[in-house]
């Protein structure tokens, strides 16, 4: 029996009304969520629009320990207390977002891409052997659904909340008997959530449009060719537009704290600003996989080529009692290349291995500008040209020491070099900025593996990762090191109706990279934590009840603190890091109401996380408090029509939640930004 048909039958359910499995390619190699040594969340495109994740801040409804923020227009993803909030062109994440496999060095926009999907994989702890660079805290797999042998479409349309209109189509058919096209394209339009100001109002009329508004599009185009059985090529092309106002901050002046420190946050839905914010993002892709079968091995090609044009503008005080404002132009384009060489076949021995290469170039032009005079007063200018690249070779092999028990080992060498050309004005301060960065870094895995049964996993391993040094804004700072010790275990009980996965962690940070934004000069900084400590148990189960009646839920403790971090003369060893609540609970119900010829399904969601902190000082004003998040959904589908309707009410509690908060002494106090308000709304589809 062949590996992949042997991995079909065991995506399929074992038990009428059971649960089914999923293919991921987590290992870079095909193999069932359940089966895979690794803590992972997998969603399927059907399960994400069940789950109302329809953009990545969502995704924290569905995978345990993973934490989302906002600042601006930029995408700050945490899990297990690990992130970087590092988003400049300069800036290294922690998390490795790729989309079919083409890595992301940055997540602008990434909401955009929600569409049309197969699955997500959330990969949780460092995948340095097989991801590479920056992945010490995980890896994010984006899967959009790929063209299948047969003619199939399907067309969506919402609205909502603040006049929300969603449109998204897909249309899948065969040209001839081995070239086959699938089309997808996604339309959001929304006004904004944020009142800034009108005509009327007191500001005079210099901000008409309020903030944290949608209106982006986007289409993917995939062409699949097969000549022969061994042989497919898949081209695919992508498009995206971001335009409207995008995210606004709203300024807290001193004095508007409350006893312990913390902020009153006042009106979160209508503050008056004086500087019309704007973005206008554009970016293109085109991609491609190559894979040929050698019976016994199997080579494939992944890569292409990524445009990014940002043009962007916001009121950088946040209120009406300052006048800066922070505009950008920049440019990137970023290419991607992996050759890689699998075995394919049921011998006891499997081995991979591979080269990747990698390389991001651009240009940025951003100012912080003093306005309301004739002319704009430019107080800061940054001119830049910034090149990266990586190159790696990669290899893992796996060994069956026995039937059940299975150890695998890898390596990855990773060679980084970095610069970033131009010039700065501070303040009236002119300097030249030449400055350049190369190192390397070797990364290990060491794993063992038992099936103790056919439904349950017992795995333990070791890794290492890394995230290259740099420089930002004229300072140097050091590469970051992990080494990670993971225990876990995969189930499946009472006949295919019970999966519970539990996991333990433990991790050893050396030279933690953490920013500092400084409070006077907004002019943000790296710095190198001497050590960090993060560990940790993590729960998921699913439990299909009956056939109508499914549970889901995970319950998560994160213990991470800063074991050695001196920075300006004081020490914050003891401190938690940032965006690591140290508890987190999620969940669902969902039942199924059957009528002679059709079916509606109601869905309660909800979660609820300690507090957190979005900087290392871990001060009462970075604060973001506890909270609960609940979601009601209901769909009706007819029977054998192809035809579906749902309604649904996000964040319930209408629950304040904060996606960043700091100081910013230049602007007379703090800056905050806020996530979804409650919102609402109904969708169509039909799918033939």
């Known amino acids: 029996m062949s590996p992949a048909h042997a991995i079909a039958q065991t995506a399929q359910p074992e038990a009428t009304g059971g649960l089914t499995e999923i293919v991921v390619t987590a290992e870079k190699r095909e193999s069932t969520a359940q089966k895979t040594p690794i803590a992972m969340t997998v969603a399927t495109g059907a399960q994400l629009a069940q789950a109302g994740v329809s953009d990545v801040n969502g995704l924290s409804n569905i995978a345990p320990t993973l934490n989302v923020a906002q600042n601006n227009q930029n995408t700050l993803i945490t899990i297990r207390g690990v992130s970087s909030r590092d988003y400049t062109e300069t800036g290294n994440p922690a998390v490795a977002i790729s989309t079919d496999n ?206 990014q044009h940002l043009r962007r503008q916001n009121d950088q005080d946040g209120s009406t009692a300052y006048n800066y404002g922070f505009p950008t132009d920049g440019s990137t384009e970023t290419q991607n290349h992996e050759l890689r060489i699998a075995s394919n076949n049921d011998s006891p021995f499997a081995w991979q291995g591979g080269l990747y290469y990698f390389r991001e170039g651009g240009y940025a032009l951003t100012y912080f500008q003093v306005l309301g005079g004739a002319t704009p007063f430019n107080y800061y200018t940054f001119s830049y040209d910034t090149n990266a690249k990586s190159f790696a070779g990669f290899g893992q092999v796996s060994y069956k020491l026995t039937e059940t028990l299975k150890l695998s080992a890898g390596a990855r060498y990773t060679d980084e070099r970095k610069s970033q050309i131009g010039f700065n004005n501070i303040a009236g301060t002119y300097s030249v900025i030449n400055q350049h960065y190369s190192g390397s870094k070797d990364t290990y895995h060491l794993g063992l593996d038992w099936q103790a049964t056919r439904t349950n996993l017992v795995y333990a391993k070791f890794d290492t990762g890394f995230k290259s040094g740099g420089f930002q804004n004229g300072y140097t700072y050091g590469p970051e090191t992990i080494r990670a010790f993971e225990i876990g275990t995969k189930n499946r009980f009472l006949d295919n109706h019970l999966e519970l996965n539990v996991d333990g ?62 920075n300006n003369g004081t020490q914050y060893a003891g401190n938690t890091l940032p965006q690591s609540p140290e508890w987190a609970y999620g969940g669902g119900y969902s039942h199924d109401f059957l009528l002679p010829d059709a079916k509606i399904t109601a869905r309660v ?34 029977l054998g029509k192809g035809f579906s309707a749902s309604a649904y009410v996000y964040n319930v509690e209408n629950s304040t939640i904060l996606t960043a908060s700091d100081e910013a002494g230049y602007a007379g106090g703090y800056l905050v930004q806020f996530a979804d308000p409650r919102t609402y709304g109904v969708r169509l589809s039909y799918s033939f």
């Open 605 to 638: 969601q909800t979660r609820f996380q300690t507090k957190s902190y979005f900087g290392f000082e871990n001060r009462n004003y970075q604060l973001q408090k506890a909270y609960t998040k609940t979601d009601l959904i209901l769909s009706y589908t007819p």
């Open 102 to 307: 083409f890595y992301l060095q940055n997540g602008t926009a990434l909401n955009v891409g929600f569409f049309d999907l197969d699955r997500i994989e959330v990969l949780r702890g460092p995948q340095g052997t097989l991801y590479g660079r920056n992945a010490t805290a995980g890896a994010i797999n984006i899967q959009t659904a790929k063209p299948k042998k047969r003619t199939e479409g399907s067309m969506t349309a919402g609205f909502g909340y603040k006049n929300a209109l969603l449109v998204e189509g897909m249309l899948n058919t065969g040209i001839t008997d081995n070239l086959f096209v699938r089309g997808s394209f996604s339309v959001h339009q929304r006004d904004a959530y944020r009142d800034n100001g009108s005509l009327s109002s007191a500001n005079s009329g210099l901000v008409t449009r309020g903030g944290n508004d949608d209106v982006s599009q986007a289409a993917r185009l995939h062409l699949l060719w097969e000549p022969t059985t061994n042989f497919s090529a898949l081209v695919t092309g992508e498009y995206t537009h971001v335009g409207g106002v995008g995210a606004v901050q709203k300024g807290i002046l001193y004095g508007n704290e409350n006893a312990d420190g913390t902020l009153k946050l006042g009106d979160t839905k209508s503050w008056n600003l004086n500087t019309q914010g704007f973005i206008d993002l554009t970016i293109k892709n085109i991609r491609g996989t190559l894979k040929y079968d050698l019976n016994g091995a199997s080579i494939t090609y992944i890569g292409g080529f990524r445009t």
């Open 505 to 566: 962690f433990w991790y050893d940070y050396s030279s933690l990279q953490v920013q500092q934004n400084d409070p006077v000069t907004a002019i943000s900084r790296i710095f190198n934590a001497g050590k960090a400590r993060v560990y940790g148990i993590e729960a998921e189960a699913s439990f299909a009840i009956t056939p109508t009646d499914r549970i889901d839920a995970n319950i998560n403790w994160v213990h991470g603190r800063y074991l050695d971090f001196l």
